[in-house]
DNA sequence: TAGGCCATCTGGTCCT
DNA sequence: AGGACCAGATGGCCTA
């Protein structure tokens, strides 16, 4: 029996640790994706559009005794017994190698953390994305912003703030004004994506 | 059904 | 040494 501790948080404000003992029997699927799912919803900050796919978060994770065993360098680096193991570049075998022979870690458990890692990762940004749809306009009716999309629209929103505020306009005439004559910035940046022309309101 | 969007995994690179 | 960041690959879901 081995324990093993995955930190999740490293900035001290919140403290989110996950360990599970590793017998046979034990599988992280189930206990960790329950906790990641846990840890989005509450964090609060994701809008009812987040989606977080139903697929299985770990498809090919379900770790055991067995892939936990220290294993030689040759055969962890070909754990996955895929074909890629056979054309891989010899320098980049060599140096994965290395790496498992200095860290005593499975390469499993260290792919198993990155993993955890990146997903965690990857929530921040969305959540950061999510802040961002909430300070760029659009209309209510219009669908929920792409990734993309939300860049390009914020983009455009921050040169029309530039603009009036260089303008010296009340904001308020300087929207009806490019409401009526049509609006064209000098950076040609992309409005939305219904083609609608944003309301400053919001 | 094709295309867009997204989440996840993965390996490489850079940084601390 | 280990973590952060990045880009490519892959597969699922949704919509026109």
New binding site residues.
């Given amino acids: 029996m081995e324990d093993i501790l995955f930190d999740l948080d ?1 900035d001290g404000t919140t403290d989110f640790a996950f360990w599970g003992q590793m017998d046979q029997n034990f599988q992280f699927q189930t206990q960790l994706d329950s906790f ?1 799912l846990d840890c989005s919803a509450a964090s609060g900050q994701l809008s009812p559009w ?6 299985s ?5 379900q770790l055991t005794l067995t892939d936990l065993d220290v294993q030689s360098p040759g055969s962890a680096v070909c754990a ?1 017994g895929d074909s ?1 193991c056979a054309d ?2 010899l320098e ?1 075998t060599k ?2 190698a ?2 498992l022979v ?2 005593h ?1 499975p390469y499993k458990v260290q ?9 965690k ?3 921040s940004i ?1 959540s950061a994305f999510e802040e961002l749809r909430c300070h760029v306009p659009t209309f209510p009716y219009e669908k929920r ?5 939300t860049l390009r629209l914020a983009i455009a929103y921050i040169a029309l703030l530039r603009e009036i505020l260089v303008s010296g306009c009340d904001p308020k005439s300087y929207v009806d004004e490019c409401m009526k004559n049509g609006y064209k910035n000098q950076t040609n940046a992309i409005w939305n994506t219904s083609g609608e022309r944003i309301p400053l309101v919001h």
């Fill in positions: 490293h990641l987040s989606s977080f796919g139903c697929q978060m770990f498809p090919d994770a996955e890629s891989e570049p980049v140096r994965r290395r790496r200095v860290t870690q792919r198993h953390a990155a993993n955890i890692r990146e997903r990762r990857m929530l969305n912003l792409s990734k993309i999309d």
